[in-house]
Nanobody, 119 residues
């Protein structure tokens, strides 16, 4: 069980930047994968650490980074758009999972942090 806490959300104008952080209460060194998801009329994957796979809508603007020593996973969001608004969650993948389905493979979630981008 990995306890996760997100922070860094807030309100920005279009074109602005935010950096979301996800801090784990325990080590994440053995966690096979961490990811960021956004909830807005449903849950959508934003990206996965350790890969270059990002949602099409955020490619080139968002970057995920993971620091096992600090127990953190960050989401750098640049050139923000109103459609980026939503509740952002980080999640830890089950050690027994092979896929990346949010409601199957990601079993530990933070409480979320709200992002609002105004035009």
């Amino acid at each position: 069980q990995v306890q996760l806490v997100e922070s860094g959300g807030g309100s920005v104008q279009t074109g602005g930047s935010l950096r979301l952080s996800c801090t784990a209460a325990t080590s994440i060194s053995s966690v096979p994968g961490m990811a960021w998801f956004r909830e807005r009329a449903g849950v959508a994957a934003i990206g996965y650490d350790g890969s270059s796979v990002y949602a099409d809508s955020v490619k080139g603007r968002f970057t995920i980074s993971r620091d096992n020593a600090k127990g953190t996973v960050s989401l750098q969001m640049n050139s923000l758009k109103p459609e980026d608004s939503g509740m952002y969650y980080c999640a830890a993948k089950s050690a027994f999972s092979c896929g990346d389905t949010w409601d199957v493979d990601y079993v530990n979630w933070g409480q979320g942090t709200q992002v609002k981008v105004s035009s």
